[in-house]
């Protein structure tokens, strides 16, 4: 009696809902459609944000990269302003910039956090602080303008500034220019040192 109790009682309670997919089933994220609201009240929601910001760059990478490839030589009369061209050519290289960063911290892990902090790159505590305001408004900002920034092989200048902007605010967030100049700053020191030891010599 208590087996058919359990067995019927059982089948009456609802499954639980399915995790949300990680860093291997990011591809699907974007078909849950889950609101943020209800995301920063997990522990996971952070990573979940990041995984939905690096697929809305890359759909814009992929649209920009299709788009410079496909361009005629300088000079031809269907090409547009060599700004517009230049613009296009710098906000592939932020996208590209903050989409390292992003796989950085994602996958970084004990003493490789410690050589990000040594590189003066994003450290741990500042990677578990980063603004879930900023994401937010990054991921609207590409998300609105995937469509918008290239159309019938002509690129909108306008949508390129707006993600340009926004970008900027994430290789801040991400210190993605402290750690280049830092790195900049070592290879100078680490160049001087030697010259020094070759004088001496």
């Not at 990269?65 to 932020?94: M, N, R, W």
């Not at 910039?97 to 050589?115: C, P, V």
């Not at 902090?117 to 609105?144: F, P, W």
């Not at 290239?150 to 993600?163: E, P, Q």
Request: glycine share 6%.
């Amino acid at each position: 009696m208590n087996d058919f109790l359990g067995r019927h009682l059982s089948s009456k309670i609802p499954r639980a809902a399915s995790p949300p997919p990680g860093a291997h089933g990011v591809e699907h994220a974007h078909h849950l459609q889950p609101t943020y609201d209800d995301l920063i009240s997990g522990t996971s929601s952070l990573r979940y944000a990041l995984y939905d910001l690096s697929d809305s760059i890359k759909v814009v990478q992929t649209r920009l990269t299709k788009y410079q490839s496909s361009l005629p030589c300088f000079g031809s009369p269907h090409l547009q302003s060599t700004d517009a061209v230049a613009q296009v050519g710098e906000l592939i290289e932020q996208n590209a910039r903050i989409l390292d960063a992003i796989t950085e911290a994602q996958t970084n892990h004990g003493s490789e956090w410690i050589d990000s902090m040594l590189q003066g790159k994003l450290t741990y505590t500042e990677y578990k602080s980063l603004d879930m305001q900023v994401i937010k408004r990054a991921i609207n900002q590409y998300r609105s303008n995937r469509k918008s920034i290239i159309s019938k092989n002509h690129c909108d200048t306008m949508s390129v500034m707006n993600l340009k902007f926004i970008g900027k605010d994430l290789e801040s967030m991400f210190r993605i220019l402290d750690g280049e100049k830092d790195a900049t700053h070592e290879e100078a020191a680490d160049r001087k040192s030697i010259a020094g030891a070759s004088s001496k010599d």
